[in-house]
């Protein structure tokens, strides 16, 4: 089983595109896959039709009773593909659990138990470094880094970065990460500037490729289908399709 | 002297795009505008050419010591507009002053001094609700609230006034919001439902018109220069002049 997390801390650069388009792909290739919305705003949990602000189980569930994790996964319509879905109510977690101990494997040890059941999970992260996002690190193998290709997203990337090799300082194992820059528009300078400083800042967890700017995704959110299922040819869909290539020629290796 | 915030605890949706461009064009009405960044990630500070991590004086200084409000404001390069920016020291005033009394009138006590020197002070609110989104709701006058035209914004949107609306009962003084549509786009089904059902849940609160899709924003931020000041006759800059004009009619009735 591979597990893949989607983080960036700054708000509504793709990560929730990524993780359902990705799965959507996944899926129609026949490989069974687990997505978890780990954002108290739960817009994946909408994206399919749930309402996270009336859910009485989901992913807040795991935290009081992690031998729950099999009767709060829910169907999404599409084969292949289920969903751990999100609550409100998980807004609270940073309160509550604040600086307990060991609360940062609860997710870790509830997937554990579905070793059999799905070749892939992919997390959705909430915009903030907080107890979900150390759940996240600590059970994913891959992190994916949606960065917008533009000038103000890219400073947050460093920052980010950077809290992140803190939080694993405190773990051993072997990480992976790829940074992914999407809603690129090559008709703008700024784009294409942005592009460019990016591939002279990082090496080879900078993808060689980019997802261009697509409005089919917002007509995909508004149908609930993942855009890789409604219309596979679409330059966004094909894009995502690109990454996963390159995601599956790696995930051999770990 | 006018106090506005614009806030969405949505990441990506246009918060500080609008404050800047706003802040823009009543600079070059001739009216003087404080800019306040409130977002510990500072995307308005960098914005301007700053460095919102290694800025030794900022909005986090007032809550050390309110006097010194002054002592902290610095030039934009554009005339008329100055800024009081952010540090990413901002990201741990929630766990310090946590739910410590009299923290939630920082900024407005702090304003108050600045009276006879700014017509205008526009508050960049960071995408979530903690002390600092506190601060900017008991300073303001007027609230604005920019969402984007697409199905999963929408739903975050009617949570976001659910809570405002919790914090404000508190509150006794009289206080209004405007709901902004950004990021339109004509071309898209998505984005016509999605004004559409706008339209049939909100009355007047929300603008009569929407801020377009314009790829110059983009460019704007990159060379750090309000889209209002550099291209004034752009799609995107005379969609934020019409909005003014509504901004403006009101605010003498306040
Ligand atoms: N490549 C793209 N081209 C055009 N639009 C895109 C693209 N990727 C995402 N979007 C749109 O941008 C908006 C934000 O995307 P998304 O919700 O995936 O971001 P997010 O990072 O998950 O946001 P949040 O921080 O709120 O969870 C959505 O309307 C989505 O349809
Ligand atoms: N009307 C628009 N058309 C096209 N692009 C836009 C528009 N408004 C904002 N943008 C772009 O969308 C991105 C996000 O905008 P902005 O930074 O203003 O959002 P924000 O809500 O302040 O984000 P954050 O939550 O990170 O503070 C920026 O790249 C900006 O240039
Ligand atoms: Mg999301
Ligand atoms: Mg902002």
Known sequence: MHIWAVANQKGGVGKTTTAVTLAGHLARRGKTVLL????????????????????????????????RVMDVIIPTGFENLSLLPASTALATLDRQLGTQEGKGLVLKNGLRSLE????????????LLGILMVNALAACEHLLLPVQTEFLALKGLERMLRTIAMILNARKHHFIYTIVPTMFDRRTRASLEALRSMREQFGTELWDSVIPIDTQFREASRVGKPLSIM?????????YEALLDRLLGQADNV
Do not use: N
């Open 231 to 239: 219309v596979p040819s679409s330059r966004g869909s094909r894009a």
């Open 36 to 67: 978890v919305d780990m954002d108290p705003h739960g817009s994946m949990t909408t994206y399919f039709g749930h309402d996270p602000d009336s859910l009485d189980q989901s992913l807040y569930t795991l935290f009081q009773d992690v031998e």
């Open 116 to 127: 059999a059941r799905y070749e892939y999970v992919i997390l959705d992260c909430p915009p």
